[in-house]
């Protein structure tokens, strides 16, 4: 990106150092629209270059959801021994059936229906902007930097286990279905696996803003500021009109009248985190389903496969944590919703 020294492109360079490897991941993925206003460099969106790679994503997208459904058809009519052992009860089958095809309907959701939410995504960062400067000169929290190492942890781990499951299925099955096995797997664990990671990332980088707000609310509100107006102004910046350009606040004006900015500041993050969650609730759903399905048939198959002693003991290793690392998918659901309201309580 063409470094212009000016103060939005120093906005934006923090904006993209604190969203951090999930997001830049998810786009060369096709999980996330690229490229964004934040990532597009000096092209325009109507440029050729721009709208090749729109093009390219958009066809990888919709040969890698077909390449799924047509994978699960392959194991359906050639290899139904692969997905589900022959002793395991009917009701286990046709529950294998029903979270299959909702994993399908994620991953062409998420990755065909991409480029759609592009408006909903670049709403999110230019809005972020105007709360990213009026925080800028605050440092993040020992509990911010954790969540960010946690969000990069996860990513490693679930990279990890996508890189080693097609090794580890090989070695299991020996079978030439081992390849339609993997991709019917890998492909909706993956994509399910970034967008809650940019969900959860999008819940910390939110909550650490509003940390930030109710620190400098609490000095306010505890008369600290009176003073030492200098130090609470200069980086203080109140978002006005429909394009939600800011100006700085004027030494003149009284506590009062700063603790109100910072509440309407409050207003606009807690507005934004709303839309944001609206836009994210029904591939969450989707995702929690799915995700439902598929750890409960994983968790079933375990305990018939255990108990008929189908299995070796490796074999029975690998299910297990391949169903435990998709439970973990419940967290990344919940938590940030937690993290949000117990920032909403310490901001009432």
């Known amino acids: 990106m063409a470094w212009n020294h000016t103060d939005d492109e120093k906005m934006r360079h923090l904006l ?4 951090g490897p999930t997001m830049r991941l998810s786009q060369i993925l096709s999980v ?13 969106l109507a440029s050729v270059q721009v709208q090749l790679v ?13 390449l799924t459904v047509s994978s699960f058809l392959v194991l359906f009519f050639y290899y139904p021994k692969l997905l589900y052992l022959p002793t395991v009860p009917m009701f286990i089958k046709i529950l294998y059936y029903i979270g299959s095809f909702l994993q399908v309907l994620t991953v062409g959701n998420l990755l ?25 000169s605050q440092g993040d929290c020992q509990q ?8 990069k942890a996860l990513l490693v781990i679930y990279s990890s286990v ?19 096995y993997t991709i019917v797997h890998l492909v909706p664990f993956t994509v399910s696996a970034l967008i809650l990671l940019q969900y959860y990332c999008v819940s910390v980088h939110l909550s650490s803003i509003s940390r930030k707000l109710n620190d400098r609310l609490e000095t306010l509100a505890a008369g600290t500021a009176w003073g030492q107006p200098e130090t609470h102004l200069k980086s203080v910046y109140v978002p006005h009109g429909q394009d939600h350009s800011f100006h700085p ?42 995700t439902f399905a598929s750890v409960n048939i994983d968790l079933l198959e375990l305990y018939q496969c255990a108990k ?41």
């Not at 996508?162 to 339609?180: E, H, K, N, Q, R």
Request: proline fraction near 5%; aromatic fraction near 14%.
């Open 32 to 44: 996330a629209p690229y490229p964004l206003s934040l990532f597009q460099r000096n092209y325009s």
């Open 54 to 66: 729109i093009f390219v994503r958009l066809l990888v997208a919709i040969a890698v959801a077909v």
């Open 144 to 151: 911010t930097v954790w969540y960010r190492n946690t969000i």
């Open 308 to 348: 008929h002693a189908t299995l070796s003991p490796f074999q029975l290793v690998l299910k297990g944590l391949y169903a435990g690392i998709k439970f973990f998918f419940y967290f990344l659901i919940a938590y940030p919703n937690r993290l949000n309201q117990k920032e909403v309580k310490n901001g009432g």
């Open 162 to 180: 996508v890189l080693m499951f097609p090794f580890a299925s090989a070695s299991v099955l020996f079978d030439i279905g081992t390849i339609p």
């Open 16 to 19: 993209r150092l604190t969203i």
């Open 249 to 290: 606040v004027k030494p003149g004006e009284s506590l009062f009248q700063r603790i109100e900015q910072l509440r309407l500041l409050h207003v606009q993050l807690w507005e934004m985190a709303s839309v944001l969650f609206d836009n994210f609730s029904p591939v969450i759903i989707l995702i929690l389903v799915s």
């Open 112 to 136: 065909i229906g991409c480029e759609h939410r592009r408006p909903q995504y670049e709403t999110y960062f230019e809005r972020a902007l105007v709360l990213v400067r009026n925080t800028a």
